[in-house]
Structures are given as structure tokens and as C-alpha cells.
């Protein structure tokens, strides 16, 4: 157990329909990451927060966005779904010295 | 820009021998360097880290990988492999002095264990 936890672990919906993906990072840890895995495109990074201001940004789409809450849950919204959007996302934390990110078990989102 | 490329898709292996994944980088600056394995249906897990140091790294389950700096490598071996080990394995690097430790991801190696 990473101490990541993320929810809801499937998720189907529509196209067109919004949806919002929550993750609890490690207790203290200070650091959210987002990613997408997918078949074509592998593992990539979507966007991090720190202590709830956005840190750095990645491949993210436009009708994609993510926050940090004050008690360092991160939630990713994801709107105007589209088929191709259907992927793993993992939510990672880091904090402290650490340089290492511990991953969340994933949702898998699947656009029908 | 940082790269990583994992030069082998898929790895056959029989249980007992050794293995070794491949793993180069491309980066401009200095990286730290990760092993994550992806058992399936589940997360991603370290199995082990460079950061600084030692270039030969180990994690408890008897894997290691050693940092090459001059052939940028970051090769992941066993001795002997078991079952168990059967599962998806990614390098990944981030850059060492960001103050975010983004992860750029290989595309993955799937190692399979033959009875």
C-alpha cells in the first residue's frame, strides 16, 4: 500500500459528460502529480500542485483541470469527454527530502 | 527535453535465469533515475531509485540497476528471476534540479516468466 488512495477506481460515462476523479496523497506529503496511461500513448504527465498552487504542467488538455485542496486532496476534472480519453489515471505524491513519487492504484475511465 | 527509451518491448524469460532491461535516457541537465514495476490490474510501484552516490542501486527483491553516465543507461538486472516478477516494468527520470520532480516515463518493458 502506497498510502495514495484514489477514487473511484472505474469509471463509465458517456461522451460529452464531465467527470471528476479524486486522489489523498501521502500523509504530509506536500506534492500531487497527475498522469495518464494509455496504449497508444503511454505514461505521461499531466499536471502537479504543491501545497495547493499549480507547480508545473504537462500534457494536459484544455478541457482538463485539476486543484489542491487545503487539505492536500487533488481532484481532476475532465470534461466534453471524448472516446479517446478512455485511459488509466494515476495520481502520484511526494513530499519531504524524498525525490520519489508513490502512485495511487489508478481509475480507469472508460467513454462510451 | 528529457527521453527515456526502453529498448525492449517485451522480454521472455525462464525462471531461474537472469534478465536484464534495457533503459537510456536523453537529458540536458542532471537526472535522478527510477524502476517502477506494474503488477497487473494495479498501480505503479518503485522497485528502486538513483539519485546520488553509488551508481549501482538495489531494491529488496534482488533486483539492481546501475547508472552509466557516460552511455546515459540505467539498466535493470536479476540474477535469477522468479514467477512473481512477471509484470510491466518502466524507467523513468526526472530532472534533478527543478523544484518539480515530474516524471518522463519509458514506454515500458512486459517481462514474462516461463515456467
Known amino acids: 500500500d502506497s498510502g495514495v488512495t484514489q477514487t473511484p477506481k472505474h469509471l463509465i460515462t458517456a461522451t460529452g459528460q464531465r467527470v471528476t476523479l479524486r486522489c489523498s496523497p501521502r500523509?504530509?506529503?506536500?506534492?500531487v502529480y497527475w498522469y495518464q496511461q494509455s496504449l497508444d500513448q503511454g505514461l505521461q504527465f499531466l499536471i502537479q500542485?504543491?501545497?495547493?498552487?499549480?507547480?508545473a504542467k504537462g500534457n494536459i488538455l484544455e478541457r482538463f483541470s485539476a486543484q489542491q485542496f487545503p487539505d492536500l486532496h487533488s481532484e481532476l476534472n475532465l470534461s466534453s469527454l471524448e472516446l479517446g480519453d478512455s485511459a488509466l489515471y494515476f495520481c502520484?505524491?511526494?513530499?519531504?527530502?524524498?525525490?520519489?513519487?508513490?502512485f495511487g492504484q489508478g481509475t480507469r475511465l472508460t467513454v462510451v | 527535453a528529457q527521453s527515456v527509451t526502453q529498448l525492449d518491448s517485451q522480454v521472455p524469460v525462464f525462471e531461474e535465469a537472469p534478465v536484464e532491461l534495457r533503459c537510456n535516457y536523453s537529458?540536458?541537465?542532471?537526472?535522478?533515475l527510477f524502476w517502477y514495476v506494474q503488477y497487473p490490474n494495479q498501480g505503479l510501484q518503485l522497485l528502486l531509485k538513483?539519485?546520488?552516490?553509488?551508481?549501482l542501486v538495489e531494491s529488496i527483491n534482488g533486483f539492481e540497476a546501475e547508472f552509466n553516465k557516460s552511455q546515459t543507461s540505467f539498466h535493470l538486472r536479476k540474477p535469477s528471476v522468479h514467477i512473481s516478477d512477471t509484470a510491466e516494468y518502466f524507467c523513468?527520470?526526472?530532472?534533478?534540479?527543478?523544484?518539480?520532480?515530474?516524471?518522463?516515463f519509458g514506454k515500458g518493458t512486459k517481462l514474462s516468466v516461463i515456467p
Open positions: 502520484a505524491s511526494s513530499g519531504g527530502k524524498g525525490r520519489e513519487a508513490f
Open positions: 537529458s540536458s541537465v542532471s537526472v535522478y
Open positions: 500523509s504530509g506529503d506536500l506534492s
Open positions: 523513468a527520470v526526472s530532472h534533478s534540479g527543478a523544484g518539480s520532480y515530474q516524471l518522463t
Open positions: 500542485y504543491y501545497n495547493g498552487e499549480e507547480r
Open positions: 538513483y539519485l546520488s552516490g553509488s551508481t
